[in-house]
C-alpha cells in the first residue's frame, strides 16, 4: 500500500485548514478538494489575501483595532469627542457601534476577553494600555461596550475595578442589549437605545 | 463615519475567507481575526500551502485522482489486478477504499458526481474518460463505488448504462453499505464486506 502522503497530495494544505477556528479534520478535507478542484482562483485569492493582510495590517498604536495605518482613521480624526472612549472587544464590535451613528468619541479596542476556557487572562487584554489611553487627561467617561456574555461581563467588571481605582467615570451600555449575545449580532437599534441610557 | 474598508482592514482576508465552502460572513470574520489577533503563524502556514499544492498538485492522467507526479503511485504500481477498475467519485473515497486493504485493482476517480443542485452534470465529470480508461483492453470489471446517496446512485445509474453500452462487465458495492451515507465516512468493515460482496 502507498503512503498516506503519496495518495493524498493535499495533506498539507487539509494540516494548514484545520488551523482555522472551528475547522475540523471533515471539513478541512472538503474545503481542499473544493479549493483545489473547483476554485483554483479562489485558493489563490485566499493566498494572496493572507499574504497582503499579513503585510499591511498592523494595530493602531491608539485604539489597537487593526489599521493600514500608525494610527486608524478614527484615531486621527480630530473632530470626535476627546472626553468619551468606548471599549469593544473586537473590531467588528466597533464597527457595530459606528453603524449606529449615536456614537461620536474615540475607542479601544480588547482585541479579545477574558476567556479562561481559551487561556485568555487579564494579562493577554491590553487592559494596562487602556489604562494608559483613559489617562490621557481629556477622557472624563470610559463606556465599557464588551459583550453581555459570562466572559464580556468578567472583562467589563476587571476593567471597572482598574479605571474606577485611577478616579475615571466608567459606564456601561444599558442592559437594553439582551443579554447572553454578543455585540455584533444585536440590533443597530438596540445598541444605539443602550448607549443612551448607558449608566 | 469612516469608509467601511478603513475601519475594516480585514475585508479583503474575509471576502477571500468566504470562498471556502459553508462559511459565510460571520464564520470568516470570525476566521479573518483569529488568524490576524491569534494566529498569524498559522495564516502565513495556509498561504503557503495553498501555493504549494497549487503549484505541485496535478491530476494523475490515468485515474484523475490528485498527484504529485503525471501518473499517481497507484496507478504507476505495475503490481496492482489490471482486470479491476473501481470507480469512485473522490481522493478520500479512494484512500478509504486503500485502507481496507480488501482491494488489489485499479482506480478512477470521478473528483464528483453528478449534482443538478450545484450545476454538476454528466459532462463535468469525467465520464468520457472514464470509458477511454475501461477500454484499454485489460479492465474485465468496472467496480462502482460512487456514495449511496441520490448523488451517488445517479452518477453509478449513468455510468453502468456507457459501461454496458460498450460490452464491459460492471458491478457496484453491495448494498451492505448503509444507504443514505458517504463512502468515506462508512467503517472499513462495511467498506470490505461490501466489497467482496459485490454484485
Redesign the interface.
Known amino acids: 500500500?502507498?503512503?498516506?502522503s503519496?495518495?493524498?497530495?493535499?495533506q498539507?494544505?487539509i494540516?494548514?485548514?484545520r488551523?482555522?477556528?472551528?475547522v475540523g479534520v471533515?471539513?478541512a478535507?472538503?474545503?481542499?478538494?473544493?479549493?483545489?478542484?473547483r476554485?483554483?482562483d479562489?485558493?489563490?485569492?485566499?493566498?494572496?489575501?493572507?499574504?497582503?493582510?499579513?503585510d499591511?495590517?498592523v494595530h493602531c498604536q491608539r485604539c489597537h483595532?487593526?489599521?493600514?495605518q500608525t494610527m486608524?482613521?478614527?484615531c486621527s480624526?480630530a473632530g470626535r469627542d476627546a472626553a468619551r472612549l468606548c471599549v469593544v472587544e473586537?473590531?467588528?464590535d466597533?464597527?457595530a457601534m459606528?453603524r449606529t451613528?449615536a456614537y461620536r468619541g474615540y475607542y479601544f479596542v480588547l482585541?479579545?476577553r477574558i476567556s479562561p476556557m481559551d487561556g485568555v487572562g487579564a494579562a493577554d487584554l491590553g487592559l494596562s494600555q487602556l489604562l494608559a489611553r483613559a489617562q490621557d487627561g481629556q477622557v472624563q467617561e470610559v463606556i465599557l461596550a464588551t459583550s453581555f456574555t459570562t466572559e464580556g461581563e468578567a472583562t467589563a467588571h476587571m476593567a471597572t475595578e482598574l479605571l474606577k481605582a485611577r478616579g475615571l467615570q466608567v459606564t456601561r451600555l444599558a442592559r437594553g442589549v439582551p443579554v447572553g449575545s454578543e455585540l455584533?449580532?444585536v440590533d443597530l437599534g438596540t445598541i444605539a437605545h443602550a448607549l443612551v441610557e448607558r449608566r
Chains 1, 2 share one sequence.
Do not use: N, W
Open positions: 500500500m502507498s503512503e498516506t503519496d495518495i493524498q497530495p493535499l498539507p494544505l494540516v494548514a485548514l488551523r482555522l477556528p472551528g471533515k471539513t478535507q472538503r474545503m481542499a478538494f473544493h479549493l483545489m478542484q476554485d483554483q479562489g485558493a489563490r485569492a485566499l493566498a494572496q489575501a493572507l499574504v497582503q493582510t499579513l499591511s495590517v483595532t487593526f489599521s493600514h486608524c482613521p478614527i480624526d473586537t473590531p467588528a466597533l464597527a459606528e451613528g482585541m479579545g455584533e449580532y
